[in-house]
């Protein structure tokens, strides 16, 4: 019970407010869609072995004691497989993301940026820096899950709802 309204307290700090439906301009699609294909080249391709270099690790030292050899290259192939899906489908929506946040010209400047010596460099390292400080926060979490699970049980409890 604690870890589930941990997990949906998360949950909600989380989230962002629902914005009211617009509909972007084709102008404003167009240059979203241009932000997105130029972003997502190269972050794609690292976001996936970040994600996997961090996944694969753990399930490799969990699993390697207890499966043969043929098992365990088939599961990273299998894992690599669906880390690669999960990336690339999370790209698909970062056109109507960008739409929602930024306007044509904003974008245009980003782009602008992006094929700058530094903007270049951004693009290649940013996902490398997204990693290192979600590979800094994962140690973080249970402690966290557990301060939070406590303090939303014992304000439950103050309430009468600790049954």
């Keep these: 019970m604690t870890r589930v309204l941990a997990i949906l307290l998360l949950g909600l700090c989380l989230a962002t407010p629902a914005r009211a439906q617009t509909t972007p301009s084709p102008e404003t699609m167009h240059a979203a869609q241009d932000l997105a294909a130029l972003v997502s080249k190269d972050t794609v391709q690292q ?3 970040a994600i ?3 996944m694969w690790s753990s399930m490799e030292a969990q699993l390697s004691s207890k499966v043969d050899a043929a098992t365990l290259a088939e599961l990273r192939s299998e894992v690599e497989r669906v ?3 999960f990336a690339s489908d999370a790209m698909k929506d970062a056109p109507t993301i960008y739409a929602r946040h930024f ?3 904003e974008m245009g400047d980003v782009l602008a940026f992006y ?4 903007g270049a460099k951004a693009l290649r ?3 490398k820096v997204a990693a290192e400080s979600a590979a800094l926060m994962a140690p973080r979490m249970g402690p966290f899950q557990q301060e939070l699970g406590t303090a939303v ?3 439950m409890k103050k309430h009468g709802y600790d049954k």
């Design 47 to 49: 976001m996936t072995s």
């Design 83 to 85: 880390v690669v899906k």
């Design 153 to 155: 049980q014992a304000i």
């Design 52 to 54: 996997f270099g961090q």
């Design 115 to 118: 094929k700058t010596p530094t």
């Design 103 to 105: 306007t044509a010209a």
């Design 125 to 127: 390292e940013m996902p």
